[in-house]
């Protein structure tokens, strides 16, 4: 991912290059489902495509250019950075999460790749969850029964069984932070059950009071979806909105051969891009193509600050 200025409007975005699209069936349809739900989301705390590069003509279609906000830091960044986290930052960031995965689950899509600073509170499937965040889980929870786990793909369950067996000890979660308050604790105990038929669903756990603090620090500095008069806050009627239709993956049936998905994917790319806006493509032949290709991120200093301190 890179930081580069959008030419027509000079904005900073990030544009993320997918490598080697077209290896092989497996590879081009997890980059298609992936495109697609990009171009789909529609949700500020969801990111999505702004724009993809314009093809090259499909026999020199290899890789794949896709064009996004610009991110500030991740959650992991930001958590093991040396700069103390609020608890109002703990809610908002909380807030956000819950209102995104609601968002994403309306649309039928489940994230199973969170990152290791959210993925305790709303992973619904451990089959890419790194073993050292499985142990953290059994810690806190206890070995799970077996009915708990029967939704957890085999080598998970292989793993848990392997282990120890642990007993519950959901007090240490007091001990996690000094500002872990029981309001905090008992949102965290519904979120942290194994079984996910039994886990706080993300629109449940928008509803508990640990969020509302965070609901409205969102909602009166922070969102997109309300604004200000001379007379104060209008408010969106709707503070955690849901998707309709849902995401249709319909389209994966019938994908069979490499060549096929190829020609479907540059014709959705063609099409994403029948709007007003001239289309965006790279050029080899500029100067700075050259640090362009060889950089690796977004530098730090080009990146919005890091959490800003509130009052
Ligand atoms: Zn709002």
Known sequence: VWSVTDP???????LKKMPNVFQNLVSCKRVFRELKMLC??????????????????????????????LMQSDLHKIIVSPQ??????VKVFLYQILRGLKYLHSAG???????????????????????????LITDLLGTPSLEAMRTACEGARAHILRGPHKQPSLPVLYTLSSQATHEAVHLLCRMLVFDPS????????????????GRLRYHTC???????????RV??????????????????KNLTSVRQVKEIIHQFILEQQKGNRVPLCINPQSAAFKSFIS????????????????E
Request: glycine share 4%.
């Open 109 to 135: 899509i489940l994230h199973r790749d969170i990152k290791p600073g959210n993925l305790l509170v709303n992973s619904n499937c451990v089959l890419k969850v790194s073993e050292i965040l499985l142990d």
């Open 198 to 213: 039994k886990r706080i669903s993300a629109k449940d756990a928008l509803a508990h009071p640990y969020l509302d603090e």
């Open 84 to 89: 103390p986290l609020s608890s109002d930052h």
């Open 295 to 310: 950089s690796t991120v977004a530098q730090p200093s080009e990146m919005p600050p890091s959490p800003l301190v509130w």
């Open 8 to 14: 027509r409007d000079g904005k900073r975005v990030a």
């Open 235 to 252: 408010y969106t009627s709707d503070f955690e909105p849901v998707t309709n239709p849902k995401f249709d993956d319909g389209f994966e």
């Open 40 to 69: 789909f989301f529609k949700h500020d705390n969801v990111l999505s495509a702004l724009d993809i590069l314009q093809p090259p003509h499909i026999d020199y279609f290899e890789e794949i250019y896709v064009v996004t906000e």
């Open 222 to 232: 922070m969102c997109k979806c309300c604004y200000t008069t001379s007379s104060g």
